[in-house]
């Protein structure tokens, strides 16, 4: 019997098997590895923004449902990156600055304005993170915790820019300044779950 | 019989409201400047807790949402979440300083039988104190 295969001599010593994956040639392998070769699994999960609600479209006015703003009616501007919506009151006409929400916590009514001539493209999450907190050292416990955020005048200018954009666009539409000044509440009767919104 | 005038009237109204506003602002209920009352929730009652005849199980209560009234009614409303909100006698920490008003939150899983009642978790059991009780099922996470 010849000697063939794995337990082959070659130049004085037993050739070291290693267990190696070899791309198939189309016949069945002549050699199978003695322990299986683990292959990493397929990374093919793309976390991209959350999906955007069929109601949801650039300029829907949307009804915002908690926070600081609640009960507010909103233009919705662009959905940012991160998933979350960018809106504004206007701040001119209902005190809602440009502000990120959360699509869960928005009703989106069937009004809608049109605002394609509106620029959003430069606003992106990292314009409404917050400045980082310093951290606390030692002093920190002693100093004065009130100090009052300085709005930068970026920001202000931003915002007027946008208010200014929308506003001959909210003029188009009747009584929709008045509708955006108006809060959204519910009343005795009322049933949400057969509201057309 | 003394008739109370027009004036008087009204004035003891807005007292009265008065009075209310002072504990619905506390409770958190917005109060706009025109005075009007903002309502973003939907007015429920904590009726129950699952149960067979003689055993309570209080890991989910029954609300029953106020308009609702088949089963047909109730799938807008799953997912909801459920704010039990009440009064103690000890201020404690609230996101406006010290308060009185505490809450509990849950959420609306399922519908419980064909009359428009829901089945709600939350997230400790509500104390027995609650039924009864209302509840404030709100409008998030939102689906429309």
């Known amino acids: 019997m010849t000697r063939t295969g794995v337990w082959k001599k070659e130049g004085g010593a037993f050739k070291k098997v290693l267990a190696v994956a070899k791309p198939s040639k189309g016949k069945s392998p002549r050699f199978y590895a003695p322990e299986d070769v683990k292959k990493p699994l397929a990374k093919k999960a793309t976390n991209g923004p959350t999906k955007l609600r069929a109601s949801i479209t650039p300029g829907t006015v949307l009804i915002l449902l908690a926070g600081h703003f609640k009960g507010k009616r909103v233009i919705f501007l662009k959905q940012l990156p991160s998933g979350l919506l960018l809106v504004t009151g206007p701040y001119a006409v209902n005190g809602v600055p440009m502000r990120r929400v959360n699509q869960a916590y928005v009703i989106a009514t069937e009004t809608k304005v049109d605002v394609s001539s509106v620029n959003v493209s430069k606003y992106d999450d990292s314009y409404f993170k917050g400045a980082k907190k310093e951290k606390k050292s030692g002093d920190s416990m002693f100093k004065d915790e009130a100090t009052k955020k300085e709005l930068s005048a970026d920001y202000l200018a931003n915002q007027k820019a946008i208010d200014s954009a929308l506003k001959p666009i909210i003029a188009k539409t009747k009584d929709l300044e008045a509708y955006l000044k108006a809060h959204f509440s519910l009343k005795d009767g009322d049933r949400p779950h057969l509201m057309k919104f | ?144």
Do not use: D
């Not at chain 2, 706009?32 to 067979?52: P, Q, S």
């Open chain 2, 1 to 144: 019989a003394l008739k109370k005038s027009e004036a008087s009237k009204a004035e003891g109204k807005r007292k009265r409201n008065a009075i209310v506003v002072k504990l619905e602002t506390a409770a958190n209920t917005i109060i706009t400047m025109a005075g009007e009352k903002i309502r973003l929730y939907v007015k429920g009652k904590i009726i129950n807790y699952t149960r067979n005849k003689n055993v309570t199980r209080h890991k989910t209560s029954l609300i029953e949402i106020e308009g609702v009234n088949s089963k047909e009614e109730t799938p807008f409303y799953f997912g909801k979440k459920i704010a039990y909100v009440y009064k103690a006698h000890t201020k404690k920490a609230g996101p406006n300083g010290p308060t009185k008003f505490r809450c509990i939150w849950g959420k609306v899983t399922r519908a419980h039988g064909s009359r428009g009642v829901v089945r709600a978790q939350f997230r400790k059991p509500l104390p027995c104190k609650s039924l009864g009780a209302k509840c404030r099922v709100m409008l998030y996470p939102s689906q429309v």
